[in-house]
């Protein structure tokens, strides 16, 4: 089947460096995304990995490891407007299978 | 803001109707996908079109049915609506079918009333 984990919710102070952990297990890899989504809109592109190791874009961070079935996203030097849900999402022969992402509050 | 259009931006409507939502991708983007997000199950992918045809389906209900047509616009048809079918309707689009990167539509709120 496909499954798609990440935590609900985690919470972090402005300044801090935070971690959002992912976990798959899907019939097909073509790729593993994250993406940021404030309330009520669109969700905007952050990384994306296909080959294992860590890419690095700015402040954001994504590492890979295929084998495991894990991702994470590393956010370093938080800001408020950095509050927001954070989908992880793998792509499986075309489609985009995403987790129920994981709500980021920022505090000062 | 992506580039990608989506109209119109709300829709009330009543269970059993028929609504069609559009989407216009970015300049120069072939593909085009449909997802659906609720609150209880998430951003969902319904299903995608590139240049005109279906190239990958998601977990679409009958009750709904797509297309793109020649100027690569694309149109979702929803009907004999139910409440569960209120929901935010987002359309994504991408260079070609292998493109990793998907521009979102700022989405279609539908509630089902």
């Known amino acids: 089947g496909q499954n798609i984990d990440q935590p609900t919710e985690m919470t972090a102070t402005e300044g801090a460096i935070v971690q959002i952990n992912c976990t798959y297990q899907?019939?097909?890899?073509?790729?593993l995304f994250w993406y940021q989504q404030h309330a009520g809109e669109a969700p905007t592109f952050l990384s994306y990995?296909?080959?294992?190791g860590l890419e690095e874009k700015g402040r954001f961070s994504s590492f890979l490891s295929r084998s495991k079935g894990y991702s994470y996203l590393l956010l370093k030097e938080l800001q408020m407007k950095d509050s927001a849900s954070y989908l992880c999402?793998?792509?499986?022969?075309?489609?985009?299978?995403f987790g129920q992402g994981t709500e980021l509050s920022v505090k000062p | 803001d992506s580039g990608v259009t989506q109209t119109p931006k709300h829709l009330i409507t009543a269970t059993g109707q028929r609504v069609t939502l559009r989407c216009s991708p970015r300049?120069?983007?072939?593909?085009v996908y449909w997802y659906q997000q609720s609150l209880d199950q998430g951003l969902q992918f319904l299903i995608q079109y590139y240049n005109g045809e279906e190239r990958a389906k998601g977990n679409i209900l009958e009750r709904f049915s797509a297309q793109q047509f020649p100027d690569l616009h694309s149109e979702l048809n929803l009907s004999s609506l139910e409440l569960g079918d209120s929901a935010l309707y987002f359309c994504?689009?991408?260079?070609?079918?292998?493109?990793?990167?998907?521009?979102f539509g700022p989405g279609t709120r539908l509630t089902v009333t």
């Open positions: 999402a793998v792509r499986d022969r075309g489609k985009l299978i």
């Open positions: 990995n296909v080959l294992d």
């Open positions: 994504a689009s991408s260079r070609d079918s292998l493109s990793y990167e998907q521009y």
């Open positions: 899907t019939s097909g890899f073509n790729g």
């Open positions: 300049s120069g983007d072939l593909s």
